[in-house]
């Protein structure tokens, strides 16, 4: 093609090229979904759990927002009761878990994207284990 046939767009300094941004979005978000990628990727490589601490990152409350929307529902809801509530929702990616942690007054204090085959706060521990096979053998006995 002749050069004097390409088109030449001339953009303003400071000015975006591309669509307009959404309100308070940062560009964040949609960067993040490829991290989360990378991570699903090595949990099914190498069964390797991960989070990621949305507090600690550059997100606003519309990339918040975004990226809930974006990653949307999936099928395992679980709320943990224990000094202010804890959710875990899977999104509609499964592996990807979408955690909060609550203070007892309702307030948030953590947020996370956890990927996981079952996100580690509610795995059981093995002590807590022994101890329900211990109640189940009391109850065995009270059988016979």
Same mark, same amino acid.
């Given at each position: ?9 001339? =953009?303003?300094?400071?000015?975006? =090229? $591309?669509? +307009?941004? #959404?309100?308070?979005?940062? $560009?964040?978000?949609?960067? #993040?979904?490829?991290?989360? +990628? &990378?991570?699903? *990727?090595?949990? #099914?490589?190498?069964? &390797? /759990? /991960?989070?990621?601490?949305?507090? +600690?990152?550059? @997100?606003?409350?519309?990339? @918040?927002? %975004? ?21 875990? *929702? ?6 990807? %878990?979408?955690?909060?942690? !609550? ?5 948030? =204090? /953590?947020?996370?994207?956890? =990927? +996981? ?7 059981? !521990? ?5 101890? $329900?096979?211990? !109640? @189940?053998? #009391?109850?065995? /006995?009270?059988?016979?």
């Amino acid at each position: 093609m002749p050069l004097e046939n390409i088109p030449i767009v001339t =953009v303003s300094a400071g000015a975006a =090229v $591309g669509p +307009a941004p #959404l309100d308070g979005l940062s $560009g964040n978000a949609p960067v #993040l979904l490829r991290e989360i +990628a &990378e991570h699903v *990727n090595r949990l #099914l490589a190498t069964g &390797e /759990s /991960s989070a990621i601490d949305l507090n +600690a990152l550059p @997100l606003t409350p519309a990339d @918040l927002d %975004w990226l809930q929307e974006t990653l949307g529902t999936g099928e395992i809801a679980i709320t943990l009761e224990s000094d202010g509530d804890s959710t875990l *929702n899977e999104t509609a990616c499964p592996g990807v %878990w979408w955690v909060t942690h !609550h203070n007892e007054h309702g307030a948030v =204090v /953590s947020r996370f994207l956890e =990927v +996981a085959f079952v996100p580690e706060l509610v795995k059981a !521990h093995p002590e807590d284990i022994k101890i $329900g096979l211990e !109640h @189940l053998d #009391l109850l065995i /006995s009270g059988l016979s």
